[in-house]
């Protein structure tokens, strides 16, 4: 069953203000205000730059339905905006960050560099186009979207960006432990964040913990898993969110947020986009995060991109 279709026949959200978990790490810092006057609290990457600690994903939302989901978002109170070239969609996110009127240096905004782009020219260039189809200065952040084909020429691309300002934090998406190893055999700046597939069934808990001993911040891409092995109705989450108020989502994401993890759920509702956003006022106990640890599978969920 689709999240959407589950909401319409059972799932209530809890509506109130965002604070922050007595149990949450103090690597947090509630520095992004909303307009509600609420806030997302925000890490600090291995260079000190701030990231929200929670952020918008836009994988699917292209054309009219980007431009306006980018500006829903916002308006919510969403500050982290993330897209990639392979998207199709800078131009509506672009779009959509103009039509919400906030100020850039209030964004924080990620794209990513596809493999039909590598090479260190290259790379330069499709940066460039990047930020002009958002019509944006900088980047806040940039990543290696895959770790295949001229991994080296690309990084070096992206490091010369960096010193000249154009991005404030680079990274990498999809690398396993190999693919840093290699990296950062030649790298001058390490990479601030691995974007990686993570949800409660592949919960990628190795690779959480070397990411912590590398310092690099892991983010997940698919905090949902797209709803895969039916999340939004499984009835574990549910127990557990039943106890709390909350949703099978806003458990999951809680979850992520409690593991440290930077989670960039995507929706084109705006009811969703607010209720992910109502993960704050909550904790999970350690019983409920045991109860979500038996829970993974240790597989992707996604074997169609590997």
Not at 88 to 107: A, D, P, Q, T, Y
Not at 129 to 150: A, E, N
Not at 155 to 163: G, H, R, S, T
Not at 193 to 216: D, M, P, W
Request: with cysteine.
């Amino acid at each position: 069953m689709k999240r959407k279709e589950f909401l319409q026949r059972s799932a209530t959200f809890v509506a109130g203000t965002v604070i922050m978990g007595s149990g949450s790490s103090n690597i947090f810092a509630a520095n992004n205000s909303l307009r509600s006057g609420t806030s997302i609290e925000s890490i600090t990457l291995n260079n000190g730059v701030k990231m929200p600690i929670l952020g918008f994903g836009t994988l699917y939302l292209r054309d009219e339905l980007g431009v306006r989901c980018v500006a829903d978002a916002i308006s919510l109170g969403y500050r982290l905006i993330d897209t990639a070239t392979v998207y199709g969609n800078e131009e509506s996110v672009g779009g959509g960050i103009k039509l919400s009127g906030i100020n850039r240096e209030e964004l924080f905004v990620t794209s990513k560099v596809w493999v039909d782009d590598y090479g260190y020219e290259q790379a330069k260039k499709a940066f460039q186009i990047s930020l002009d189809k958002m019509g944006l200065d900088y980047l806040d952040l940039y990543l290696i979207h895959r770790p295949r084909g001229d991994i080296k020429g690309t990084w070096l691309a992206m490091e010369d960006l960096y010193k000249e300002g154009k991005i404030k934090a680079i990274g990498v998406s999809n690398f396993e432990a190999g693919h840093l190893e290699e990296l950062l055999s030649y790298a001058t700046i390490e990479p601030a964040v691995n974007q990686i597939e993570t949800h409660a069934f592949f919960q990628q808990e190795k690779a959480r913990e070397s990411l912590k001993k590398y310092g690099i911040q892991m983010e997940a891409w698919s905090p949902f898993a797209q709803g895969r092995n039916e999340l939004f109705t499984n009835e574990i989450l549910a127990a557990i969110g039943k106890k709390h108020d909350k949703s099978n989502a806003q458990v999951s994401l809680r979850w992520h947020y409690q593991r440290g993890i930077v989670a960039i759920p995507r929706s084109s509702q705006k009811a969703h986009m607010k209720e992910n956003l109502n993960i704050f006022d909550f904790e999970l106990d350690e019983a409920d995060m045991n109860t979500i640890s038996a829970l993974d599978l240790n597989i992707t969920q996604f074997p169609e991109w590997e």
